[in-house]
């Protein structure tokens, strides 16, 4: 179904529990009017990836999700060949030699690459499913070679199989790619893309996330939760600041122990729901004690 405007992206998106601002909800309609990719960057647990979930519900189209990683290379994101099925094809043609008439070098090898075993990729069973939502998630993870030929694919919405021929997508689907920064981006894939940096939500509109997509948390315990994450971001001294999926995982921790009010034991024994990293427990820790006793 197709988003009208900025306000129906909005709507749309609150419906799958995915509450976003103006400007997000801005940049998205735009991203699917103008057929570009959007680029979300931000710290990690601000939404981005969530983003690309929401708007394949919203519009229920397939989500594909290509995970990038350090090394990742074309082939891993468009396609490869069933070496074990095409071994057994080859048996098959072996097998029946003797009682017909062996097929020719250049037969057998064009029977190796049929369509049958084809292994599609997140890249290419985008274009082939397309209309769908195409998630490049953690592109900073990648290397200048892979962002040049995610940049090609994306100018051209099509790829090239030598042995098969050329697969373009009637439609070009929906991209977002998402980035935590951990290195810059070329200025020729920014260009090509629609660009949102995601900052984390403010004290209301965290509390209405938190409502939405955790029900069961009580309005009073999730205000408490989200009052003192908010805190806790403020300080500089976090490793890893927690993210908006923190908030949700620790509200949910602390509602499965049946609490009603956050004191310091049961904030201290829940942390490994809101922080990731040692030091930063401690200083958690020490933090939420002066909090709680304010």
Not at 134 to 159: G, I, M, N, P, W
Not at 250 to 278: C, F, I, M, N, Q
């Amino acid at each position: 179904m197709e988003l009208e405007s900025t306000r129906d992206v909005a709507t749309r998106l609150g419906e799958t529990g995915y509450l976003c601002d103006e400007s997000l909800a801005t940049v998205t309609f735009l991203a699917l009017r103008m057929q570009r990719p959007l680029l979300l960057e931000g710290e990690p647990g601000t939404g981005k990836t969530a983003l690309a979930e929401a708007l394949a519900e919203s519009l229920d189209l397939p989500l594909v999700r290509l995970q990038c990683y350090e090394g990742i290379d074309a082939s891993q994101a468009l396609y490869d060949w069933d070496f074990p099925r095409q071994i057994l094809h080859l048996r098959a043609l072996e097998a029946t030699a003797a009682a017909k008439e062996h097929p020719s070098v250049e037969e057998a090898e064009k029977s190796l690459y049929d369509a049958r075993f084809l292994l599609a990729r997140p890249v290419l069973a985008a274009l082939q499913q397309s209309p769908a939502v195409l998630l490049v998630d953690e592109v900073d993870r990648a290397d200048d070679e892979f962002e040049a030929f995610l940049l090609e694919v994306l100018s051209t919405y099509q790829v090239t199989i030598p042995e098969l021929g050329t697969v373009k997508a009637a439609t070009p689907p929906i991209v977002i790619l998402t980035s935590n920064r951990t290195r810059e981006l070329h200025d020729a894939l920014k260009r090509r893309c629609l660009y949102h940096w995601i900052e984390h939500p403010g004290l209301e509109r965290e509390v209405e996330i938190v409502r939405s997509r955790a029900p069961e948390v009580s309005q009073a315990l999730g205000r408490q939760v989200v009052t003192l994450v908010q805190q806790l971001r403020d300080r500089d001294d976090l490793q890893k600041p927690p993210g908006v999926a923190e908030t949700l995982d620790w509200a949910r921790a602390l509602h499965h122990l049946g609490t009603t009010e956050l004191d310091l034991a049961t904030a201290a024994a829940t942390l490994g729901a809101l922080v990731k990293y040692r030091e930063d427990a401690d200083r958690v820790r020490q933090a939420l004690d002066r909090m709680l006793r304010a």
